[in-house]
């Protein structure tokens, strides 16, 4: 399955943030959850709307959104 079968962008929802097909969770909420340690079980227990194809579409869309966007860090001084 493609994150692009699990993933929603619709102005009328959520603001138009990216959100989960069929759900009001913002792709967003499930990526915080992860980064804050949370196990995909309970994200999926937090969010019941939420399905165990839910959790690793949000994963493959961060990674699509990483690799489409370069960001320019600072040079480190060398001290």
């Known amino acids: 399955m493609t994150w692009q079968q699990r ?13 989960i097909k069929g759900t009001r969770v913002p792709v967003s909420v499930v990526l915080d959850n992860l ?11 937090s969010y019941p709307s939420l399905t165990t194809d839910d959790v690793p579409a949000a994963i493959r869309y ?15 001084d060398a001290a």
Do not use: F, S, W
């Open 7 to 19: 993933i929603r962008i619709d102005p009328l929802i959520c603001h138009g943030q990216a959100c």
């Open 35 to 45: 980064a804050a340690g949370l196990a995909e079980q309970q994200i999926i227990a």
């Open 62 to 76: 961060a990674a699509e959104l990483a690799r489409e966007q370069v960001i320019d860090l600072p040079e480190r």
